[in-house]
């Protein structure tokens, strides 16, 4: 991650308003770590084939390109108007956007992109261009998504944007209605997993850089699936233990930011299920891309996946 952290923030740009507020995030970010921006839109070539050209292909090629140049510029001009003063490089690239993205995130410092773009369909929660992001990108990730989509606000107000490693400063957050958000807490998942030592780190200098507290919430469940057994559990003894590996994950980096202000909270749930009710009351949730329960194969774990589909505030996935 220190490799990254003098690289450009990187946005995705599709035309879609998701894609505008990731934009406007990542200028408030870019602008908060005094780096670039990089804007990146994608074209995708038709399928190579003749029953697939019809000799459309070169007209086909120069219109969409042309639509995505102009998607980019008004991209910028939302930019620099959320962040004057930041430098705004805009790149047009060839390929799938999932995979050109994922490629812009191994030299960027932070990669945001919104929930769904325009390929996304009106049933779905998330996109698959945020999901496969957020489960391959070599930096850390921002998917702007719920109520949280309107609280990135403009860097030069003073509103608070939480990226990767490192958040834009300021409490005065505006959401969609006008209506103050200021003080807004981050919610750090806490499970002990590498992946989730790398998300401590980004949620305590994010609320460091915001001034807002941080509440650190590790769920715990003592489901067993035979009553024999479940009689048998010390329940007490087993909270006892849990509360006592919370203290010790976050006990050197509240040596580390003292300033930070930070809430306990132990609760006894599916760790997806108490984030996502967390997440109605935060600015920004903080996870990494796979906890203690997850499969050797899978990149995103599956509270990274619930988070992407049901939070209401954006979410940062951080990597090991």
């Known amino acids: 991650m220190s490799q990254q952290q003098g690289g450009p923030v990187v946005a995705g740009v599709d035309g ?4 505008l507020d990731a934009v406007r995030c990542a200028a408030a970010e870019a602008a908060d770590r005094r780096r670039g921006l990089r804007l990146v839109a994608v074209f995708t070539p038709l399928p190579s084939g003749t029953r697939h050209d ?28 959320a962040a004057p003063g930041i430098e705004v490089e805009t790149e047009l690239r060839t390929g799938y956007p999932a995979q050109v993205l994922v490629e812009e995130s191994h030299g960027a410092s932070l990669t945001v992109v919104g929930s769904r773009g325009l390929g996304g369909f009106s049933g779905l929660l998330v996109g698959s261009v945020a999901v496969a992001v957020a489960a391959h990108g070599g930096s850390p990730v921002l998917v702007v998504r719920g109520d949280g989509a309107a609280r990135g606000g403009s860097a030069a107000g003073g509103a608070g944007v939480v990226g990767g490693d490192g958040a834009a400063g300021g409490a005065g957050v505006v959401d969609g ?17 590498p992946a989730g030592e790398a998300a401590v780190g980004l949620a305590f200098e994010t609320a ?35 509360r006592a590996l919370l203290a010790e994950r976050l006990a050197g980096w509240s040596q580390k930011y003292p300033d930070v202000e930070v ?19 935060a600015g920004l949730v903080v996870v990494g891309s796979r906890g203690r329960g997850g499969l050797a ?20 996935i951080a990597r090991p």
């Open 177 to 193: 209605d006008g209506a103050s958000q200021a003080g807004l807490p981050v919610v750090l998942g806490v499970d002990g997993s």
């Open 54 to 81: 019809l000799g459309l292909a070169p007209v086909y090629r120069e219109q969409a390109m042309g639509v995505l140049r102009e998607q980019l510029a008004a991209a910028a001009e939302v930019a620099t108007a």
């Open 297 to 316: 194969g899978l990149l995103l774990g599956s509270v990274g996946h619930a988070l992407l589909h049901h939070a209401r505030s954006p979410v940062l």
């Open 208 to 242: 460091a850089r915001r001034a807002v507290p941080l509440r650190a919430v590790h769920a715990w469940s003592d489901v067993v699936l035979d009553p024999a057994v479940a009689v048998l559990i010390d329940r007490e003894a087993m909270e006892t233990e849990e």
């Open 263 to 281: 809430e306990h909270v132990l609760v006894r749930d599916r760790p997806a299920h108490a984030l996502v009710e967390e997440s109605a009351r």
């Open 16 to 19: 879609s308003e998701s894609a």
